[in-house]
Nanobody, 129 residues
Framework: QAQLVESGGGLVQAGGSLRLSCAAS????????MGWFRQAPGKEREFVAA????????YYADSVKGRFTTFRDNVKNTVYLQMSSLKAEDTAVYYC??????????????????????WGQGTQVTVSS
């Protein structure tokens, strides 16, 4: 079993920045692909970003590309989502997710919720316009 705990959400003005953290109690975190998803009110959960074991490879949704950056610290077992130039449409509950250990990152499965086996409880991000 693994536990993921997100933090860093809050209220921010449009154009502002916010950094989310996800602390993972995964034994082999350094060999686990991590993902970020979000769910806005009345909408389905959608992919935001994914990051490879080492952090060298990342994928982003088109809607956040150039504004969001994900990175990880394998010593601290933590993955981060740095969000900049925030827009009102970024308002959502943000979730981090962990894939099965030793699964290689690929553009295909990493964008699907089914590609992940563990999920955090989510953290609310509200962007005021």
């Amino acid at each position: 079993q693994a536990q993921l705990v997100e933090s860093g959400g809050g209220l921010v003005q449009a154009g502002g920045s916010l950094r989310l953290s996800c602390a993972a109690s995964v034994v082999t975190f350094s060999r686990t692909v991590m993902g970020w998803f979000r769910q806005a009110p009345g909408k389905e959960r959608e992919f935001v970003a994914a990051i490879s074991w080492s952090g060298e490879s990342t994928y982003y949704a088109d809607s956040v590309k150039g504004r969001f950056t994900t990175f990880r610290d394998n010593v601290k077992n933590t993955v981060y989502l740095q969000m900049s130039s925030l827009k009102a449409e970024d308002t959502a509950v943000y979730y981090c997710a962990a894939a099965e250990t030793s699964k290689w990152l690929s553009r295909d499965w990493s964008r699907r919720q089914s590609g992940y086996v563990y999920w955090g409880q989510g953290t609310q991000v509200t962007v005021s316009s």
